[in-house]
């Protein structure tokens, strides 16, 4: 099989990619390993940056029909005081919200649009296990499917297959790690009717723990936030245990956590910020968290994987149509990219410092925000300094890429 260009990776930054190399009329395969987009943990936070993409795609309308929440008050009990960190109302945009919406459905929206293009193909099940080289080149991926090993030849391949990249990992592209002090269990607690009506805060810091809450309609999906590399010692002190932790933190979630019955409802999430050191070989870029991994704090993962599929195909696309970009304009990809990205790693190991770190702390000294935190509070412009970066991030793309006059 040969293909333009093959994406080995089905999440935010894959699927963007291909629909609009897709829409461009490039011959494109993008490659999932899994039957579906089901996932444990996905991030499912859909940033105004993001819905602002679907809009200028034609999108918006369906995909806004489908189930979600939406946030424009980020607020918080930091130590028993009352924060709000941002205030996405007070952004001069189409969409000042966040939308809560589970990644699988992003992801199958995206594979339904982009059925109509006839040069897209996405393949589930089709799991790359090797890169295919020609001389220094990367040439294509070696692929695992229901059916045996398939070799897909491509002009360019793009490595969006996740912060466990094999692609990366074969390419032997080397990766600067920055740290994170904190892992995530990720698990739901049922909600009654109205249960939200009676408490608003999704963040909530007290001595030693920390957690946020996800309003999904009819449960909340909870992030409870421990110390980097502590998970055995969580669970050693019992599931119980664990579970009057967090009915104390939140009493909110006490009649919901009867859904959790077992470690089995508790998945842990490893935390880790790193970033590639070049992004390139003569014909492969990474994108995403293949790229860059981020931490989950403020929830942009999703949309920097977005905001990097759009660069690459503003970039890159009207290149593809006559073969492979070269390595400089395969580099100008990273070029554009890789400043929003420090920026965005560093402001999240700014908050790491600042706030993780001093939640996590073991004692139990009452906690007082930081002053900064004091500060967003009292003056409400400053929230919407932070909804900005939240909800736009650093250098915000938008769709320039080309429509294919013939596509169907």
């Not at 793009?158 to 592209?173: C, K, P, T």
């Not at 004692?363 to 009292?378: C, F, H, S, W």
């Not at 938008?398 to 169907?408: E, I």
């Amino acid at each position: 099989m040969k293909v333009r260009c093959c994406i080995v990776g089905g999440g935010p930054a894959g699927m963007m990619l291909g629909y609009l190399l897709g829409r461009a009329g490039i011959d494109v395969v993008v490659l999932e390993k899994h039957p579906d987009f089901f996932r444990d943990f996905r991030g499912d936070t859909v940033h105004p940056s993001t819905l602002q993409v679907m809009d200028e795609l034609g999108l918006i309308d369906g995909f806004l029909k489908l189930p979600h929440q939406r946030l424009q008050k980020m607020e918080g009990m930091f130590g028993g005081t009352s924060v709000r960190l941002a205030d996405l109302s007070r952004l001069d945009v189409k969409y000042p919200f966040i939308a809560f919406m589970p990644q699988w459905d992003f992801l199958n929206f995206l594979r339904e649009s982009g059925k109509r293009f006839a040069s897209l193909k996405v393949m589930m099940s089709a799991e790359a296990v090797d890169l295919i080289r020609d001389g220094d080149r990367i040439a294509g991926v070696k692929v695992k499917t229901p059916e045996g090993i398939v070799d897909i030849e491509a002009d360019l391949t793009v490595a969006s297959d996740g912060r466990h990249s094999l692609v990366r990992e074969r390419a032997g592209l080397p990766i600067e790690e920055i740290g994170a002090p904190m892992d995530v269990l990720w698990f739901r607690a049922g909600k009654r009717e109205n249960e939200n009506e009676n408490e608003r805060p999704f963040a909530r810091v007290d001595p030693g723990k920390m957690m946020v809450t996800f309003d999904r309609g009819d449960y909340w999906q909870c992030a409870y936030v421990i110390a980097k590399g502590q998970y055995d010692a969580v669970k050693a002190r019992g599931l119980p245990a664990l579970l009057d932790d967090i009915a104390r933190m939140a009493p909110i979630l006490k009649s919901g956590l009867a859904d959790v019955k077992s470690w089995d409802d508790v998945k842990l999430l490893t935390v880790a910020i790193n970033r590639l050191q070049r992004w390139t070989l003569p014909g492969l870029l990474c994108i995403g968290d293949a790229a860059h991994a981020m931490s989950p704090i403020g929830g942009v993962g999703v949309n920097l994987a977005v905001q990097d599929a759009v660069a690459t195909a503003n970039l890159l696309a009207a290149k593809l149509k006559t073969g492979c970009p070269s390595v400089d304009e395969l580099d100008a990809v990273q070029r554009r990219r890789a400043f929003p990205v420090r920026l965005t790693q560093r402001m999240q190991v700014v908050v790491q410092n600042n706030i993780v770190n001093a939640a996590l702390k073991p004692g139990n000294q009452p906690l007082k925000p930081p002053l900064v935190m004091r500060l967003v509070t009292a003056v409400p412009w400053l929230q919407g300094v932070t909804a900005r970066f939240v909800g736009l991030g650093v250098r915000p793309e938008h769709v320039q890429s080309p429509v294919a006059p013939d596509r169907s």
